[in-house]
């Protein structure tokens, strides 16, 4: 790709047909000045300019190697277009207890979930090590890429084509260093900790890279500082410790690296996950979150929402109708209410609702 436009460059271009679903390898013709915003885009490769017959036959045996034969790719009904890349092959986990399936459970530790009420909402309604009353973060994953759940690796059941699927590497209570819980942090201050971490973690990044991941969700810290035995130990008033908070640093410690190790092996291998703001978003905006989980559930009667104005962008875009500002007086909504009646919205509700509803009032 290698066009001029004083409307639309060539980064540009290539986010573009990222968006529009295009997956096949996009090789740029640029200047390494310009490498950080095409890489960002979604470019694949470059070949530096000026462009010339030299370098492109010399760059096309590598290029073959790589995206065609390496990626099961191939070209598409000799018209010279590249298919995209298969599915992948096989899943794997690693990390703590948000992510753990059961490894705990073959580990001498106390830090298990073999007992009530964990998995009281699993589809077996029993305990399996899982860290949730149900599902978890790679069970989800699992289900949309249409493979079965992955088995922790110490389980005797991962044997034969199961090996295939992947396997889940993940223990609560571990950490990016081997010494994870005995707070090397009291040696440090907190931004030169987040370095040391972030320093450790690339190494280990890299090493996945070696041995064959090609595609890595990265994910930073949750709010440290709100997690119950520090609220119970640290917090003040049921506020979360503000020190412990601060950890949040890491998030764009992380993300800088993840761009660095992109731009090196040129190609976006690895992607940052915020879990600290998703977690956070549960605990300072929860109304969006339950109206987008209504709408997706396929309610569609209207919904009013009381909210600041700060927060309505977010709701807004969840699905709501209509707000009241805060803060919810009684005066506010019955001012509000003639509004609603005057207005002539019907709402289309589902039918198994309406006729979960009419049962419901016939049997009482």
Known sequence: MNFSNRHFNEWQATKELRDMGVNCPIVGVTKETELKEFTE?????????PLTVEKVASYLPGFIHHYVLSDGLSSSHGTGSVAPQAEARAFFVFGDSLVDNGNNNYLATTARADSPPYGIDFPTHRPTGRFSNGLNIPDFISQEIGSEFLLPYLSPQLTGNKLLVGANFASAGIGILNDTGISLSRQYNLPDYVKFLISEYKKILMKLYDL???????TGTGPLGCVPAELATRGRNGQCDAELQRAALIQSALTQMLGQLNRQYRSNIFIAANTGKMSLDFINNPGALATKELRDMGVNCPIVGVTKETELKEFTEA???DYISKPLTVEKVASYLPGVASTSVTPNYNDDYVYEYEE???EN
């Open 212 to 218: 064959g991941a090609r595609r890595v969700l990265v």
């Open 41 to 49: 885009a979604g470019l694949d490769d470059y070949i530096s300019k």
């Open 319 to 321: 699905g709501l109708d």
């Open 360 to 362: 419901a009032v016939d």
